[in-house]
């Protein structure tokens, strides 16, 4: 099992910039990348960015390219999510997981709200 908690989300407004944080706990050896998904009212959830642990490779979104980043600690226990220029739009609970080197993301975190106001 992994654990996952994320942490740092709150209310900023429109331009403003916010760091997530995603801190991992047990068995982090099956953990072999590191998604961001968000949450909007209404709406599906969607992948916003990945990173695997191994190569720091990133990927991200066309929403949220040039504006977010995604990080890891090197102790593979913390994945971070910087958000710039945030906009209205961007609101929505923000969720970690975690995959395997195949097959779906199975460990997720509770989620933390990010409310942009304009």
């Known amino acids: 099992q992994v654990q996952l908690v994320e942490s740092g989300g709150g209310l900023v407004q429109a331009g403003d910039s916010l760091r997530l944080s995603c801190a991992a706990s047990?068995?982090?050896?099956?953990?072999?990348?590191m998604g961001w998904f968000r949450q909007a009212p209404g709406k599906e959830r969607e992948l916003i960015g990945t990173?695997?642990?191994?190569?720091?490779?990133?990927f991200y979104t066309d929403s949220v390219k040039g504006r977010f980043t995604i990080s890891k600690d090197n102790a593979k226990t913390t994945v971070f999510l910087q958000m710039n220029s945030l906009k209205p739009e961007d609101t929505a609970v923000y969720y970690c997981?975690?995959?395997?080197?195949?097959?779906?993301?199975?460990?997720w975190g509770q989620g933390t709200q990010v409310t942009v106001s304009s």
């Open positions: 997981a975690s995959r395997g080197r195949i097959g779906n993301y199975n460990y």
């Open positions: 047990g068995r982090t050896g099956l953990s072999y990348a």
């Open positions: 990173i695997t642990w191994s190569t720091g490779y990133t």
